[in-house]
């Protein structure tokens, strides 16, 4: 062992003993001058440094110069100490076994040739050896190598096992899209992403194809959107065939109900089952042509499905389903088809001017409503039924102002009939895919109004027609044949004109018989409106009364009127309009027989109305009675007007005047054209005549214009007067009771004898008195007379003769004027 080195014993030496005695006698000498606790201190020191590795002694070297000063150095002389004591116990093992150490070197040299000779035997074996294990070794590779590459290939084959149904089915999704089956697309995308893809998460391709799925489902709820889009624009383009096809199926049910109910009515139809279910009519072993035509209809019924390819909805309903966002598809849906609606409920600015227009307007929006419809039923919840009919409440208010405002616009009837006949069709389809349709029935009572008054107006226009070709004389027949014909034509019966022979006249005109047809034309017109309005016979037979109501005592009536007051309408012509209107008249009844067959309601129910006929045919024979009175009134004042008396005459001609004479000669004829008039309208007409002509007449006498008026004058006027009187006693009307008629002169009468007898002394002294002879002599009246008698100028030479002879009457003439001027003031202070 080297000094300074490891205190452990050599390799192969056994390990150190306690020392020898001598060196434990030498310590034991040292260690009586020293202190007992650095001789124990020492010895744990070294007894460490002997048991501590070498590299962990510098702890315990530090502590020695960490004690006593000159510490070291004692530890170094006992450390010398052990270490000499050391040597020598090695020298003594030395020297007990260098003998065996020299033994051991002998046989080692004797061994070195045998070693030597099998180092030449192994190095020869291992040469042999490695060069047939090189081939072995070149083997082994291989095969290593190739189970390597099995190793891999298994590890792949199980790969690609794992990522095959993956690849495959991504391709499968490609496939899909492709074919544009996203719904299909959309279930693998869910396979792949919950069951394929995490099995081989791991791999860079699955990575990006997990990136890629969120973006197709992007792409296919655009693809998707965009097909709705297209589908909505589709179905906008094809609601016009749609709610056509559906509306002509309704038409035809309807046809073929009413072809049911009418054979049923007959009780002539028997029900033939056939073996496919549907049911025809048979009768007398002939199927119905209505039942035909709707089996024939039968095969080519087409519903929305068959014009509208709904998948694009279906699909896309699916699509946004499983994409979880279906509320969001469905808002959008329901918006687009409010608008939609909207576009839908506006009609065109000229819809009114034919009945196309408005079929198309109600094609278009039954077709948008039975398309509703479908989607109600073939989906969950994509439209609701509270939605569709949110929807058809608003349209349905819409529908109701737009057919309000146009057919206001209507001036046909035959137009607003079909208008009618369409929206009965409409309600009745639309009311057949549950759709509340009152209103429109509402609706139809107010255009039923409309097309009255449409009606109205066109037979006005018929009614003054006739009335312009009627020649207003007495109707001709000839033969049996024309007296049957007008008789079929008009309910009237006279047995004394029907035991007359012929040729013989019928008391109406030309027009009564037109005019009674045109009322039943009329009703049957107003009876076509009514029909499909789903009313009760009471109500109609109601409706149909007062329409007729409405066309006697509005139209006819007002025709009528019109007719009487034109100025080319004569005496003669108004005289056959009183005819006319009492043969009218007397129709009434068979008119109101007519509607009661029609309705089959009895006359006799209580809310029945009646017709207004006798009012307004009294009404018009009144009016033309009156204008019969004011004509003869003007005839007479055209007569009056040709009077041209010679005021100033000093004598009379002695005959009446030429245009009073002319005046009686018009009144004669006039009066037994009369004949055929009601008693009192001849009377009446007659009186009214005479009136007339005795007030004129004493008009031209009290004209403020005539200043003047000599008594022959006054005897010309005397005589006309005289005529008229002669024109009243001949009862010229039949009826008049003694000497009614002449009591229309009875005033001029009395002012012409006061004057001609000139008896005014009489006159003023039985003035007031109820017996007086002059009683209707005014005294105003007289006085204005007497004044235009009185000389009041040089040119008035009416009293010359008087005043020669004798001038006292003049004096007489001015006391009379002065007693009348004081009875004229006595009257008014007195009134």
């Known amino acids: 062992m080297e000094r300074g080195g490891s205190l452990s014993p050599p390799v192969g030496c056994p390990p150190l003993t306690a020392p020898p005695a001598a060196f434990s006698q030498h310590t034991a000498n040292m260690a009586e001058s020293e202190t007992l606790e650095t001789v124990t201190e020492h010895e744990r020191i070294l007894q460490e440094i002997e048991s501590t590795d070498t590299a962990c002694v510098g702890p315990t070297l530090r502590s020695v110069y960490d004690d006593q000063p000159n510490a070291h150095k004692r530890f170094m002389e006992k450390l010398d100490a052990r270490i000499r004591n050391h040597d020598r116990e090695i020298e003594k093992m030395c020297n007990f076994h260098h003998q065996g150490f020299v033994d051991a070197i002998t046989e080692l040299l004797k061994v070195r040739a045998d070693a030597e000779k099998l180092m030449g035997q192994v190095t020869d074996t291992n040469r042999r050896l490695q060069d047939a294990g090189r081939e072995v070794t070149a083997q082994t590779e291989e095969v290593i190598r190739c189970r390597i590459q099995q190793r891999n290939m298994a590890t792949t084959v199980e790969k690609l096992q794992l990522c095959i149904p993956v690849l495959e089915m991504y391709s499968k999704l490609k496939e899909q899209l492709e074919s544009k089956r996203y719904y299909a697309a959309l279930k693998t995308m869910e396979q792949l992403e919950n069951i394929y893809i995490p099995r081989v998460s791991q791999y860079r391709f699955c990575q990006i194809m997990a990136e890629t799925l969120p973006k197709l489902r992007e792409e296919i709820k655009e693809i998707s959107m965009s097909d709705l889009k297209d589908f909505l624009e589709s179905i906008r383009k094809h609601s ?77 309903l699916h699509i946004y389903s499983v994409l979880g966002d279906r509320e969001t598809f469905e808002n959008y849906y329901r918006k687009q088809r409010k608008k939609q609606a909207r576009l839908v409920l506006q009609p065109q600015s000229n819809m009114h001017e034919t009945v196309e227009g408005y079929r198309k307007y109600f094609n278009q929006i039954v077709g948008f409503f039975v398309v509703e419809d479908h989607i109600l039923h073939a989906t969950q919840g994509l439209v609701t039924r509270a939605f569709t ?340 006693s001949s009862e010229p009307v039949p009826g008049f009771q003694g000497d009614t008629l002449q009591l229309a002169f009875i005033d001029l009468r009395q002012l012409l004898d006061l004057f001609m007898v000139w008896d005014w002394s009489t006159y003023l002294a039985d003035y007031g008195q109820p017996t007086s002879k002059y009683l209707r002599v005014n005294p105003s009246t007289a006085l204005a007379l007497l004044e235009k008698m009185k000389d009041t100028s040089k040119k008035n030479n009416i009293f010359s003769q008087f005043r020669k002879n004798d001038r006292d009457k003049q004096k007489l003439i001015e006391t009379v004027v002065k007693q009348l001027r004081s009875l004229v003031n006595g009257m008014s202070q007195h009134s």
């Open 240 to 316: 016009d065939k749609i709610g056509e096809t559906a509306m002509r199926q309704a038409q035809q049910h309807r046809t073929f109900i009413s072809a049911v109910q009418k054979q049923a009515s007959l009780g002539c139809a028997k029900p033939l089952y056939s073996l496919n279910g549907r049911t025809t009519l048979q009768h007398n072993g002939l199927v119905g042509e209505d039942a035909a035509d709707e089996e024939e209809g039968d095969d080519e019924v087409l519903t929305a499905q068959d014009l509208v390819d709904f998948s694009p909805v279906y699909r896309c």
């Open 389 to 728: 009919d949110e929807l058809w409440n608003m349209a349905l208010s819409k529908i109701i102002a737009v057919l309000r405002t146009h057919s206001s616009y209507c001036n046909d009837p035959d137009l607003v009939l079909e208008l009618k006949n369409l929206i009965v069709i409409f309600a009745d389809t639309l009311q057949g895919y549950g759709f509340s349709v009152n209103r429109l029935f509402d609706l139809l009572f107010e255009i039923r109004d409309q097309y009255n008054e449409t009606l109205l107006k066109k037979w006005a226009l018929v009614f003054r027609e006739i009335f312009e070709e009627d020649n207003y004389s007495p109707i001709p027949v000839e033969t049996e044949e024309e007296y049957k014909s007008v008789i079929s034509r008009f309910p009237f019966h006279d047995a004394e004109i029907e035991k007359q022979p012929f040729p013989k006249k019928l008391p109406m005109s030309q027009s009564v018989p037109q005019i009674y047809i045109q009322v039943k034309e009329f009703i049957y017109a107003s009876l076509k409106f009514s029909e499909s309005l789903h009313r009760s016979s009471t109500e109609i037979d109601d409706m149909l009364r007062k329409s007729t109501n409405l066309l006697l005592t509005r139209t006819l009536s007002g025709c009528l009127q019109n007719l009487i007051k034109k100025p080319h309408i004569g005496l003669t012509e108004l005289v056959q309009i009183i005819i006319n209107t009492t043969h009218l008249e007397q129709a009434c009844k068979y008119l109101e027989d007519f509607i009661t067959n029609i309705t089959n309601v009895s006359p006799e129910t209580v809310h029945t109305t009646r017709l207004y006929g006798l009012s307004t045919f009294k009404d018009a024979r009144h009016a033309a009675e009156g204008e019969i009175y004011t004509k003869l009134n003007q005839k007479i004042d055209e007569f009056i007007q040709l009077a041209d008396y010679e005021w100033n005459m000093g004598e009379s001609d002695g005959r009446a005047s030429g245009y009073l004479m002319d005046l009686i000669n018009f009144l004669r004829s006039t009066f037994q054209v009369f004949t055929h008039l009601p008693g009192k309208v001849a009377q009446t007409a007659c009186m009214s005549a005479c009136k007339h002509l005795a007030t004129s007449l004493m008009q031209m006498l009290l004209d403020t214009e005539l200043k003047q008026i000599s008594m022959g004058a006054i005897q010309q006027f005397n005589l006309d007067v005289i005529q008229c009187e002669l024109f009243a």
